[in-house]
């Protein structure tokens, strides 16, 4: 991928040079190495010949929202999803993945059922939101920056912890895209060691938590990592990270119609809340066979008993449900045709 092939041929060059390279595919998104001025002849051609800037690519556009699906194919044939999500007040956020499959197998995760290929590499990860960008340009789009990246895509991101860290300090560099680290975040199932590794990270991002059940017994039926990470230890690392980096935690829930939706879970997932920079993302569920959404009234029930108890409640707007947005979906019905 572009970023591997441009360290092989400019790694040794002045420095000056990769920024010129840089500038060039990340923020004129040049898609041919003749579009680019500024690179000496010499080096151009090597480029050409050694660093294609070419993606393989399929976009599906959502009708009901403003979302938009890639499946990109990797040089070994591996297929990856990502997701654009574009709000109406101009903040264009990718939810990239970080693995082809997964291993953690997540009950109502299609990503999950798909079982582990391989952790993707950094510049497999930055060409995510580099289809992106240049779509943005190509359809002219009124706001075209990419402002806010979430690994909340394929993969659990904690498990391919350093190539996600080094593919952040890239979005960051303002010779790439120049995307705040406070605008990016890190979703984990609850991957103990690598939250504590980023409670150390000197860039400021944030930690999102899928916890989705609030009690050990039903989240380990849902997501058997937490056999592994209990609740308890879970929350310890979440209040160590909170306390040395004093930023907000956003914890995922995923409502599942009759499963973690009832008001006992909400009243048991108060208790767990009861820090004040704690935030509970209530996320209507996209349904991928083996689960049903909850209904509205189910929700807005769960969110009223978790506000009464003082927490802090967003929800996610049912992004992109007709493109099957949830993760892994459109990995899913492909290998299935295959
Ligand atoms: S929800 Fe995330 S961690 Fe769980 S199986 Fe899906 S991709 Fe993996």
């Known amino acids: 991928m572009i970023i591997e092939e441009l360290n092989n041929i400019l790694g040794k060059a002045p420095a000056f040079r990769m920024k010129q ?13 003749s579009e680019n001025t500024t690179l000496p002849k010499e080096t151009r051609a090597d ?4 660093c294609s800037l070419d993606i393989s690519v399929e976009f599906a556009d959502s009708k009901k929202s403003d979302a938009l699906k890639a499946l990109i194919e990797l040089e070994d044939g591996a297929k990856v999803e990502t997701v654009l999500l574009r709000h109406s007040d101009g903040r264009n956020t990718a939810c990239i ?21 391989r952790n993707l590499t950094v510049g497999e990860m930055v060409a995510q939101v580099l289809v992106f960008a240049r779509y943005l340009k190509e359809k002219k789009a009124k706001h075209q920056r990419i402002t806010n990246i979430v690994f909340m895509g394929m993969g659990e ?18 010779d790439v895209f120049g995307i705040g680290a406070r605008h990016m975040s890190i979703s984990t199932s609850g991957i103990i060691d690598g939250i504590e590794y980023l409670s150390n990270e000197p860039l400021q991002v944030n930690l999102a938590i899928s916890l989705h059940a609030p009690n050990d017994v039903l989240r380990s039926q849902l997501m058997p990592i937490n056999r592994k990470y209990g609740i308890k230890d879970l929350m310890n690392s979440v209040k160590h990270y909170r306390e040395k980096c004093g930023r907000r935690v956003m914890f995922e829930y995923i409502m599942l119609d009759g499963i973690n939706d009832a008001p006992e879970h909400a009243r048991e997932l108060a208790e767990l809340m009861q820090d004040k920079l704690y935030m509970v993302n209530l996320i209507r569920y996209n349904p991928t066979g083996v689960f049903k959404p909850s209904k509205a009234e189910k929700i807005e029930q769960f969110k009223r008993i978790l506000q009464r108890s ?16 949830a993760c892994g979906q459109l990995a899913t019905k492909r290998n299935k045709k295959a």
């Open 97 to 117: 993945s970080s693995q082809v499959g997964c291993s953690l197998g997540c009950k109502f995760c299609a990503t999950g059922m798909l079982g582990m290929e």
């Open 157 to 174: 991101p904690m498990m391919n912890y350093q190539a996600v860290m080094e593919t952040i300090r890239l979005l960051n560099n303002t």
């Open 21 to 33: 390279a840089y500038k060039s595919v990340f923020q004129d998104l040049i898609t041919d190495w």
């Open 310 to 325: 003082g927490v802090h409640v967003t929800q996610r707007h049912a992004f992109g449900s007709d493109i099957n947005a």
């Open 47 to 50: 480029l050409k010949e050694a």
